[in-house]
Nanobody, 115 residues
Framework: QVQLVESGGGLVQAGGSLRLSCAASGNAFSIYTMNWHRQAPGKGRELVATITSGGSTNYAVSVKGRFTISRDNAKNTVYLQMNSLKPEDTGVYYC?????????WGQGTQVTVSS
């Protein structure tokens, strides 16, 4: 069982920046693919960014060039740097770890971008 705890959400004006963190428990963090998802009010959950155990990254088209996902295996933490935020980035952001058939989720952190 892996516990994931997100932090760093908050209220920011459009054009601003936030950095989300997700701290994982356990000693196998480095083997997990880590994802950030978000869920806007009244919408389904959307995959925003992925970083593999090898460090390869992938982004949703809507955030490419504005968001950066990174990981620090020594700290068991994955980050999401969000720049040039837009009101449509508003939502609850969830951290997710995946390895084979293992799939764990955090409780989420709220990001609100005001216009």
């Amino acid at each position: 069982q892996v516990q994931l705890v997100e932090s760093g959400g908050g209220l920011v004006q459009a054009g601003g920046s936030l950095r989300l963190s997700c701290a994982a428990s356990g000693n196998a963090f480095s083997i997990y693919t880590m994802n950030w998802h978000r869920q806007a009010p009244g919408k389904g959950r959307e995959l925003v960014a992925t970083i593999t155990s090898g460090g390869s990254t992938n982004y949703a088209v809507s955030v490419k060039g504005r968001f950066t996902i990174s990981r620090d295996n020594a700290k068991n933490t994955v980050y999401l740097q969000m720049n040039s935020l837009k009101p449509e980035d508003t939502g609850v952001y969830y951290c997710n770890s995946v390895y084979r058939n293992l799939n764990f989720w955090g409780q989420g952190t709220q990001v609100t971008v005001s216009s």
